[in-house]
């Protein structure tokens, strides 16, 4: 582009290039389309929104994101707690409208498009009878998601969302638009695995279906007791692989199936998801629901996708500060510190959380993904949900490191999709050093001048 002309000239030329569509501060949506889904990066102004519709969009955006030296924003779902798919004064791609989804149902694989959400996908290859695993929510986006990981309610039975990724499709820094896969730029493939968005931007994915013949889950509560959770955690982690367990402390919200007198007290909440055989699944929660009477129990046959039915709204939005650590330990002292955590929080709404891994998950070799976590039993993460000013960031984002740091004083690493905005630990905590500086080498490659550099940022070797 002509530098001689203003920047938001040469903008307006970017949007005649393209097949999707370029929305300025000066267009009636933009104030709508430059939110993502935390509120505490509701102030970043980007100079303007690409709409993508095709990868050769995306690859003439990076053309002049390069030629006007404007940062580069990529946003897909929008849930990044770093807040990297907006920035002020940057460029933003922005992949919603990349939404295919395609099922081959004989070969059992997917290829979705960057812009849809987990419950999208899950609910599309669902009436097929097949499924593959994503996160814990439904309205986040597959992108970032499975670009980190992927640790979700079939982690034990079929491992993390990487873990069914056979390919990808995407467009680099220099604009080439690639298929990788175990074949075909092997190197970038492995690093798309666990490494983020370091690399291009990812237009689709590539799944490996599973047949999911009967499901059994939902919400069993009980009440806040360390004795209950310490146990609870042992039975989920000596459980068969088809069960897995998501299970938090949090403030009970009014639902229908809690007692009146319960709302807004803390429980212990327990996501269970059993994949397999309604029988076996029945005989696998027994030891659970013995545990203590339950103030709530609504696990049962059902659709895979009903555990998506808790999310809440997108309208219910707020300001999040959030930590993780991995670990391979959870006993009593550390479900006491869990509840500990929950009762020192003043956010409206927070989650002090415990995964069950093992499993499938543990299954993958630790090098043969970027996701190198693969030796930890547990993964503890805290998220407080609130609003207010600068004393009430500082607040919360103290409360959750605290609380990390109570419950998991040994730590394995740290989720990358969790890495908060303000945490400093940062990619040594969230890669080993081999790990790293593999990927560190890839973005030499395919990523020389780090053009994709806002986000959990790997610069090049």
């Given at each position: 582009?002509?530098?001689r ?7 307006e030329?970017?949007?005649?290039m ?7 501060p ?11 889904a935390?509120a505490q ?12 519709a095709?990868p ?6 990076l053309n002049f994101?390069?030629a006007?030296?404007?940062?580069l924003a990529?946003?897909?779902g ?6 990297y798919g907006v920035?002020?004064?940057a460029l ?6 990349l939404?295919?989804?395609?099922i081959d149902t004989?070969a059992?694989t997917?290829w979705?498009?960057?812009?849809c959400t987990?419950a999208?996908?899950t ?9 593959v ?8 986006g597959?992108a ?9 309610y079939?982690?034990r ?9 056979l ?10 638009i690639?298929?990788a ?27 490996r279906l599973q047949?999911?013949?009967?499901f ?10 360390p004795?209950i959770i ?5 039975l989920?982690?000596q459980?068969?692989d088809?069960?897995?367990a998501i299970a ?5 919200p009014?639902?229908p ?7 807004g007290k803390l429980?212990f ?7 397999g055989?309604a029988?076996?699944?029945q005989?696998a929660?027994a030891?659970?629901r013995a ?5 709530a129990?609504?696990?049962?046959p059902?659709?895979?996708s009903?555990l998506y039915m808790?999310?809440p709204?997108p309208?219910m939005?707020g ?11 959870f006993?009593l002292?550390d479900?006491?510190?869990l509840?500990n ?5 003043t956010?409206p709404?927070?989650?002090?959380q415990?995964r069950?891994?093992g499993g499938?998950?543990a299954r ?6 970027a996701?190198a976590h693969r030796g930890?039993r ?7 949900m609130?609003?207010g ?5 500082a607040?919360q984002?103290r ?5 990390v740091?109570a ?6 690493g ?5 890495l908060?905005d303000?945490e400093a630990?940062?990619?040594?905590s969230?890669?080993p050093a081999a790990?790293l500086e593999?990927l ?7 990523d ?5 550099r806002l986000n959990?940022n790997?610069?090049?070797a």
């Amino acid at each position: 582009m002509d530098k001689r002309f203003p920047i938001q000239d040469q903008i307006e030329m970017l949007g005649a290039m393209l097949r999707g569509r370029v929305i300025t501060p000066a267009q009636a949506d933009y104030e709508a389309l430059r939110l993502v889904a935390l509120a505490q990066f509701d102030t970043r102004r980007p100079a303007a929104i690409v709409r993508v519709a095709t990868p050769s969009d995306i690859a003439t955006t990076l053309n002049f994101a390069q030629a006007t030296d404007l940062p580069l924003a990529i946003r897909a779902g929008g849930h990044s707690t770093g807040g990297y798919g907006v920035a002020d004064g940057a460029l933003v791609i922005d992949l919603r409208d990349l939404s295919t989804i395609d099922i081959d149902t004989a070969a059992r694989t997917v290829w979705a498009g960057a812009g849809c959400t987990a419950a999208e996908v899950t609910h599309a290859v669902e009436q097929r009878g097949l499924i593959v695993g994503f996160g814990d929510a439904g309205t986040v986006g597959i992108a970032g998601l499975s670009l980190g990981g992927g640790i979700g309610y079939l982690a034990r039975k079929h491992g993390l969302t990487i873990d069914s990724l056979l390919a990808v499709e995407i467009v680099t820094a220099s604009g080439d638009i690639l298929i990788a896969d175990n074949t075909n730029h092997a190197d970038l493939f492995w690093a798309v695995r666990g490494g983020g968005g370091n690399f291009g931007v990812v237009t689709r994915f590539k799944y490996r279906l599973q047949p999911l013949p009967a499901f059994t889950g939902g919400p069993l509560v009980f009440p806040p007791v360390p004795e209950i959770i310490a146990a609870f955690v042992r039975l989920a982690d000596q459980a068969p692989d088809e069960l897995t367990a998501i299970a938090m402390v949090m403030p009970l919200p009014p639902a229908p199936f809690i007692p009146v007198e319960a709302e807004g007290k803390l429980a212990f909440v327990a996501m269970m998801a059993y994949a397999g055989d309604a029988e076996a699944a029945q005989k696998a929660l027994a030891p659970f629901r013995a545990l203590a009477t339950p103030l709530a129990d609504l696990v049962g046959p059902a659709p895979y996708s009903s555990l998506y039915m808790l999310d809440p709204p997108p309208e219910m939005r707020g300001m999040v500060a959030v930590r993780s650590r991995f670990t391979k330990d959870f006993g009593l002292d550390d479900a006491r510190a869990l509840v500990n955590a929950a009762n020192a929080c003043t956010a409206p709404m927070s989650m002090s959380q415990i995964r069950v891994l093992g499993g499938a998950h543990a299954r993958v070799a630790t090098d043969a993904t970027a996701f190198a976590h693969r030796g930890s039993r547990f993964m503890v993460s805290f998220l407080a949900m609130y609003g207010g000013g600068p004393d009430e960031v500082a607040a919360q984002e103290r409360w959750a490191g605290d609380a990390v740091a109570a419950v998991a004083p040994v730590s394995d690493g740290t989720y990358v999709n969790f890495l908060g905005d303000a945490e400093a630990r940062g990619l040594a905590s969230a890669y080993p050093a081999a790990t790293l500086e593999r990927l560190r080498r890839v973005k030499r490659r395919y990523d020389p001048e780090n053009l994709f550099r806002l986000n959990t940022n790997i610069t090049p070797a």
